[in-house]
């Protein structure tokens, strides 16, 4: 049911991706993120904050340092430099070998991040912002989470064809840079310029919306962020410190549905609840049968 891909890490043992979902930690260094925001933000904390997700399953340390909810302020390089860096040398330097995202639209801090230890690009808007960003994975060898985020979409066309034709823009720039097909995986961005009706439809049908009109049989890695996102948070008239139960109905769902990589901020409930489901769909474990 769920497609395999391998994603090589420069360094480091490459992400098996397949029937067992990845979990990733939710690491935010800013001070105004819609849940979580200067929780993090100074690096004993937020080095405190990882070891826990770690502790309870985490397999990758997504760290942001620029807010992207509505209505956020702009952060500039240096700064998001500044709240990034440290955190990441600290995780280096405590030898915490678990991949770390860089969770950024912008070249340099992705270059930076990566040079500093980071060996992932997660970025929002999907390879088709700076132009540069595909240049630096290209660079360096490093995966790209490339999320689908069209301001400008036509909403009266039907959305998953808007979505394919999106993502046909970010394998095209990501081909143009070098980076291989396989080094990319598709987040079909829950939340971003999307109604609430949109993003359960795609919730619904989640490898369709990341397939891409040109890839044919062709399947990809499918990264899921809903964590306490709006779209639970609506449904259940529930503030962002409620959304859990939400939040792990919304990645069940999405793991029946070819979902890989789970972004989140509860690292244990979500990855129990991920284990029951893929015991559920392919059986448990051989040595607890």
């Known amino acids: 049911m769920h497609s395999t891909h391998t994603i090589a890490l420069p360094n480091r043992a490459p992400?098996?991706?397949g029937q067992t979902a990845l979990v990733m930690g939710i690491l935010n260094v800013t001070p105004d993120s819609f849940s979580d925001g200067g929780r993090h933000n100074l690096v004993e904390h937020a080095l405190t904050h990882a070891r826990q997700m770690l502790a309870e399953g985490a397999d990758i340390i997504d760290i942001g340092g620029e807010s992207t909810r509505p209505g956020a302020e702009l952060v500039h390089v240096q700064e998001e430099l500044d709240r990034v860096l440290p955190v990441i040398d600290a995780l280096i330097a405590e030898g915490i070998t678990a991949p770390i995202s860089i969770d950024t639209y912008k070249p340099l801090v992705a270059d930076q991040a990566i040079q500093a230890g980071a060996c992932i690009i997660n970025d929002v808007h999907g390879l088709q912002g700076a132009p540069e960003m595909a240049d630096v994975a290209a660079l360096y060898g490093v995966p790209v989470m490339a999320m689908h985020w069209d301001k400008s979409r036509d909403t009266s066309a039907p959305l998953v064809e808007s979505m394919n034709r999106y993502f046909d823009a970010t394998l095209a720039r990501?081909?143009?840079?070098?980076?291989a097909g396989d080094q990319l995986m598709l987040d079909p961005g829950f939340g971003f310029s999307k109604s609430l009706a949109e993003n359960y439809a795609i919730l619904r049908d989640l490898r369709q919306a990341c397939a891409g009109t040109?890839?044919?049989?062709?399947s990809f890695a499918i990264v899921v962020g809903t964590s306490?996102?709006?779209?639970?948070g609506k449904l259940l008239d529930a503030p962002a410190a409620e959304r859990l139960a939400g939040t792990i109905a919304t990645n069940v769902l999405g793991y029946a549905n070819g979902g890989h990589i789970f972004r989140v901020h509860?690292?244990?409930?979500?990855?129990d609840a991920l284990r029951v489901a893929?015991?559920?769909?392919?059986?448990p474990p051989a040595d607890l049968r």
């Open 278 to 283: 893929q015991a559920t769909l392919y059986g």
């Open 266 to 271: 509860d690292v244990k409930a979500n990855r």
């Open 174 to 179: 990501a081909e143009q840079a070098g980076i």
């Open 228 to 232: 306490r996102k709006s779209m639970i």
């Open 15 to 17: 992400l098996h991706l």
């Open 214 to 218: 040109g890839s044919g049989a062709r």
